[in-house]
């Protein structure tokens, strides 16, 4: 299990940028499971250690993967506003893919809303 086998090791030499993917992955398969509680404190820790090593794609990442795990509590709210900050950053950086991403969970989000 990558819990118990990767993440020691990552955190052990320092490696950061892998630990912080490998928690996002870690969260996407939690979600994939129903585990919304835990599939969220994992994105929460991967946004943190992306936002302190200041990786722009990877935050959005990270933004995109809470906004979708929001959208499965049901908090659309925090999903719209979640994936709106990704969105941005996407932009910014022009992540084409990532802002198609974006732009498909929040049209999904106002349609689940009954905003259109």
């Known amino acids: 299990m990558i819990e118990d086998e990767v993440l020691p090791i990552m955190r052990q030499t320092g490696d ?3 630990l912080s993917s490998a928690l996002c992955v870690l969260s996407s398969a939690m ?3 129903g585990d919304l509680g835990p599939a969220e404190r994992v994105a929460t820790k991967s946004l ?3 936002r302190a090593i200041q990786d722009r794609h990877a935050v959005a ?3 995109a993967e809470l906004a979708f795990v929001a959208w499965r509590q049901p908090n659309e709210t925090r999903g719209r506003t979640l994936f709106a900050e990704s969105l941005v ?3 910014a950086i022009g992540d084409q893919a990532g802002i ?3 732009e498909r969970g929040l049209t999904a989000l ?3 809303d009954g905003v259109a």
Do not use: G, H, P, Y
């Open 48 to 50: 943190s250690i992306r």
């Open 61 to 63: 990442e990270s933004l």
């Open 100 to 102: 198609a991403e974006c």
């Open 31 to 33: 979600l994939d499971q």
């Open 89 to 91: 950053i996407r932009r």
């Open 16 to 18: 950061r940028w892998n």
């Open 110 to 112: 106002a349609s689940a």
